[in-house]
């Protein structure tokens, strides 16, 4: 039982390049979420998907896009990088439901845009 | 903004003492969340309390609720090494999208 798995685990682009963060869960979990986390900021949510087929903002979704593929696999997309995005992205899981309840997250992505 | 700050930042402590960390929030919530980062790690979560409990225990934990003053502490007693790590708070809004909004944490060092 692997939990949340993230790839890569480290990447460098230049500015202007585009990446795709994967992220896949084996728990069956509903729901699942993309943070970013920068220094003195805490974790800051980009995008969710609620289930499988939706998904939404969060509070700094500008220059990201998200796909849920499936119940499994949500991935993050960064169509121009930029160096405000460098950051280490961290992907997490839950069941989800009105109440919700404890996120599983992955190790996370170590990403630097130069 | 941020929905929780974490207080304070950092906390430097010898082995077998205890370690409290504070959270303050500012809307209303359903639950409250404690986490774990170790260095270079994912978060690991703690432990959850609902806006209707007022105090919560899990092993070496203890976590308190203060609804009236938006507030939370976490207790760590008798401290070890291993607890050496980041903690979190994060806070479920009784409104707006169901997620979660982490504080940015507060720094322990347990010395050995």
């Known amino acids: 039982n692997a939990g949340v798995t993230q790839t890569p685990k480290f990447q460098v682009l230049k500015t202007g390049q585009s990446m795709t963060l994967q992220c896949a869960q084996d728990?069956?979990?509903?729901?699942m979420y993309w943070y970013r986390q920068d220094p003195g900021m805490g974790l800051r949510l980009i995008y969710y998907s609620a289930s499988e087929g939706t998904t939404d903002k969060g509070e700094v979704p500008n220059g990201y896009n998200v796909s849920r593929l499936n119940k499994r696999e949500f991935s993050l997309r960064l169509e121009s990088a930029a160096p405000s995005q460098t950051s280490v992205y961290f992907c997490?899981?839950?069941?989800?439901?009105?109440?919700?309840?404890?996120?599983?997250f992955g190790s996370g992505t170590q990403l630097s845009v130069l | 903004s941020q929905q929780g700050e974490e207080d304070p930042q950092a906390l430097s402590i010898q082995e077998g003492e205890n370690a409290t960390m504070n959270c303050s929030y500012k809307?209303?919530?359903?639950?409250l969340q404690w986490y774990r980062q170790n260095s270079g790690r994912g978060l690991v979560h703690l432990i959850l309390i609902r806006s209707n409990e007022r105090e919560k225990h899990s092993g070496r934990l203890r976590v308190t609720l203060d609804t009236s003053k938006k507030s939370s502490s976490l207790l760590i007693t008798a401290s070890r090494a291993a607890d050496t790590a980041s903690y979190f708070c994060a806070t479920l809004r009784q409104t707006g999208a169901n997620n979660l909004f982490f504080g940015t944490g507060t720094r322990l060092t347990v010395i050995p």
């Open positions: 809307t209303s919530i359903n639950n």
């Open positions: 728990m069956n979990h509903n729901s």
């Open positions: 997490a899981s839950s069941e989800g439901g009105e109440d919700n309840e404890k996120l599983f």
